[in-house]
């Protein structure tokens, strides 16, 4: 699906109805500063904000990474979803229907095939809580009360129970839905013998919600001894699940940041740790679910907050996933703290709240260790300082993690706390680290044209002009007649003068949004050059406007003075060059009379 595929009346009405600003406040904070807001960019890693939204409009772009796009493209980016999921997503906020449009066969299928999937995994999640609430007796009911998990949590997690093998099926069987569109969703499958069976039968059913609070997936865990059954089954890969992207109760903390909540998010990894900090009234608790944190959910995370508290299990496996954990979150540029449960105290958060209580658990949070430092600590611990051997393998590792994550500042800091315990002079420990620097290659002005300084010019000026236009700061098309000729080589800047000229001879209304229904834009096209130029006091810009067209003419007439004079050259006939000194001398007089 295409925005072509959908009429541009319609995207402005959804635009309209949908502020860009009103939207992106839902997910990142937002600064106004002057015409424009700014925070830091979602997209890439920064500390100083480059990622600004122009309400007049209804644009953004990050000055950092190139990123830009209307509201729809924002959704698109924020949510990793496709452009008609965004639209439907945009449609439902605003409370308007979807058109109907024309669309392939494989978009009509796999649209379908999303929807058939969402309706499997909704009546499935009704039949297990159903199944939970009426069968009180049941193994996964007693176990959720061993676990002192209360009634209200099993129904804000919507908690379930597979009782059998058998009744899933029949079930959504009963409901006209298809045998192999059930299997696809990931709930059912099917034995040697062709018949269906529930995937994951007579275990506790977790379902896990994506962004917007549907259900995708579930982990179904075992509250059987037997030997054969593993403790966790989950859901594979399907249309609607990616277990890479999504986190265990990320949508409930998305609702606290649409509510001004949220400032930390708590991970940690297993279902029940994190419905046990719900219980306990942290709700600003995710889960990895087991898995390992990945770089798609540490871009989500950093779509909601800076700052991390990074709580995993107690045992040697929880210790690893921290310091992975550590390095993705903070690439993504997220304030990453730890805290590490002592094993003879508690093997994960469900247990230390258990034994301890809401409130020491609050102040273990409220003294969490910068990850640096706990990086410095903990891994000190694998080293013999009477080895220089292992001394020497200290160093290397703990450099490499202050270089990595530090600034200038804290490297000091840090390196005072390995000085201490290698007992090596802090000079020679600086001399050793080496600041990893990554320098970034601008290449926005890759354009493939020869661009002399006069032809630069033309093009700088052109993209002012065309600005000025879009901001409606140029109504008279007059003024500027022979710049954008039909034939000019910069096609994507003509394009786009043709594009706004017919706006305007039409009395059409357009803001900067129009332009992402018609053009391709990126941060290497000229066009986003046009949408993002910096104009200078109204002032000086009606001085620069008048100079700047009487320029550009005089320029472009002076380069086609050229062309014909190197074509003068090149002449074989008397003809052609006599053709060619009736044109150079037309373009002389128009020179001079620009020049007056």
């Keep these: 699906m295409t925005r072509g595929s959908i009429s541009s009346a319609f995207l402005d009405e959804l635009r309209a109805k949908n502020d860009i600003v009103d939207i992106a406040s839902k997910y990142i904070t937002l600064k106004r500063r002057g015409n424009s807001f700014w925070a830091c960019c979602p997209f890439h890693n920064e500390k100083t904000p480059s990622f600004s939204i122009r309400q007049d409009g209804q644009f953004f772009k990050c000055f950092g990474c190139g990123e830009s796009g209307d509201v729809i493209t924002l959704i698109m980016k924020l949510e990793n979803v496709d452009f008609l999921t965004?639209?439907?997503?945009?449609?439902?906020?605003?409370?308007?229907?979807?058109?109907?449009?024309?669309?392939?066969?494989?978009?009509?299928?796999?649209?379908?095939?999303?929807?058939?999937?969402?309706?499997?995994?909704?009546?499935?999640?009704?039949?297990?809580?159903?199944?939970?609430?009426?069968?009180?007796?049941?193994?996964?009911?007693?176990?959720?009360?061993?676990?002192?998990?209360?009634?209200?949590?099993?129904?804000?997690?919507?908690?379930?129970?597979?009782?059998?093998?058998?009744?899933?099926?029949?079930?959504?069987?009963?409901?006209?839905?298809?045998?192999?569109d059930m299997i696809n969703a990931g709930v059912?499958?099917?034995?040697?013998?062709?018949?269906?069976?529930?995937?994951?039968?007579?275990?506790?059913?977790?379902?896990?919600?994506?962004?917007?609070?549907?259900?995708?997936?579930?982990?179904?865990?075992?509250?059987?001894?037997?030997?054969?059954?593993?403790?966790?089954?989950?859901?594979?890969?399907?249309?609607?699940?990616?277990?890479?992207?999504?986190?265990?109760?990320?949508?409930?903390?998305?609702?606290?940041?649409?509510?001004?909540?949220?400032?930390?998010?708590?991970?940690?990894?297993?279902?029940?740790?994190?419905?046990?900090?719900?219980?306990?009234?942290?709700?600003?608790?995710?889960?990895?679910?087991?898995?390992?944190?990945?770089?798609?959910?540490?871009?989500?995370?950093?779509?909601?907050?800076?700052?991390?508290?990074?709580?995993?299990?107690?045992?040697?496996?929880g210790r690893l996933a921290t310091y992975k954990a550590i390095d993705i979150l903070k690439e993504e540029g997220l304030n990453v703290k730890v805290v590490r449960l002592d094993v003879n105290k508690a093997k994960d958060p469900d247990e230390y709240?258990?034994?301890?209580?809401?409130?020491?658990?609050?102040?273990?949070?409220?003294?969490?260790?910068?990850?640096?430092?706990?990086v410095l600590s903990d891994s000190a611990k694998k080293y013999d300082f009477n080895s220089n051997a292992d001394k020497n393998k200290y160093i290397q590792e703990a450099l490499n993690y202050i270089s990595k994550f530090s600034s200038p500042a804290e490297q000091e800091i840090y390196l005072n706390y390995v000085q201490q315990l290698v007992r090596i002079p802090l000079d020679v420990l600086r001399q050793s680290?080496?600041?990893?620097?990554?320098?970034?290659?601008?290449?926005?002005?890759?354009?493939?044209?020869?661009?002399?300084?006069?032809?630069?010019?033309?093009?700088?000026?052109?993209?002012?002009?065309?600005?000025?236009?879009?901001?409606?700061?140029?109504?008279?098309?007059?003024?500027?007649?022979?710049?954008?000729?039909?034939?000019?080589?910069?096609?994507?800047?003509?394009?786009?003068?043709?594009?706004?000229?017919?706006?305007?001879?039409?009395?059409?209304?357009?803001?900067?949004?129009?332009?992402?229904?018609?053009f391709e834009i990126n941060d290497k096209s000229m066009i986003d050059r046009v949408i993002n130029y910096n104009f200078p006091d109204d002032a000086v810009f009606e001085t620069m406007i008048a100079d700047t067209i009487k320029r550009v003419k005089l320029y472009m007439l002076q380069e086609e003075k050229e062309k014909y004079r190197n074509l003068l050259i090149k002449s074989e006939t008397d003809d052609e060059r006599l053709n060619y000194l009736v044109k150079i001398k037309e373009l002389t007089d128009k020179i001079n009379k620009e020049k007056q």
């Excluded at 007059?478 to 009395?507: A, C, T, W």
């Design 86 to 180: 965004a639209v439907e997503m945009l449609c439902k906020n605003a409370g308007i229907e979807m058109p109907t449009m024309a669309e392939n066969d494989e978009m009509q299928r796999k649209k379908k095939q999303r929807d058939i999937a969402y309706q499997i995994l909704k009546a499935t999640t009704e039949f297990y809580h159903k199944n939970l609430i009426g069968a009180p007796s049941s193994q996964q009911a007693q176990y959720l009360q061993s676990r002192k998990i209360n009634s209200e949590m099993i129904e804000k997690f919507q908690i379930g129970a597979s009782l059998n093998y058998d009744d899933l099926p029949k079930y959504l069987l009963s409901l006209s839905f298809n045998p192999q």
């Design 188 to 317: 059912v499958g099917k034995n040697e013998r062709g018949g269906l069976y529930d995937f994951y039968g007579t275990r506790l059913i977790f379902p896990i919600f994506n962004g917007f609070g549907d259900v995708v997936a579930y982990s179904g865990r075992s509250v059987s001894e037997a030997p054969d059954h593993t403790k966790y089954k989950n859901t594979p890969q399907t249309i609607v699940f990616n277990k890479s992207e999504i986190l265990f109760a990320y949508n409930f903390v998305r609702d606290l940041k649409k509510s001004h909540m949220l400032d930390t998010i708590i991970i940690v990894e297993g279902h029940i740790d994190v419905i046990a900090c719900h219980q306990a009234g942290l709700t600003n608790t995710i889960g990895c679910m087991g898995t390992a944190l990945t770089v798609q959910h540490a871009k989500k995370i950093k779509q909601l907050v800076d700052n991390v508290i990074l709580c995993l299990d107690a045992d040697n496996a």
């Design 353 to 374: 709240l258990k034994k301890y209580g809401k409130d020491n658990f609050m102040d273990m949070l409220s003294h969490a260790q910068d990850c640096v430092d706990f």
């Design 433 to 518: 680290m080496t600041k990893k620097e990554t320098k970034k290659v601008d290449t926005r002005h890759d354009e493939k044209i020869s661009e002399t300084v006069n032809n630069k010019y033309i093009i700088d000026s052109k993209i002012m002009l065309l600005a000025a236009i879009l901001y409606k700061k140029i109504t008279n098309f007059d003024e500027i007649s022979g710049i954008f000729s039909p034939d000019d080589e910069l096609d994507e800047l003509s394009d786009l003068y043709r594009f706004l000229r017919q706006k305007v001879e039409e009395k059409t209304d357009f803001n900067i949004s129009t332009l992402f229904d018609n």
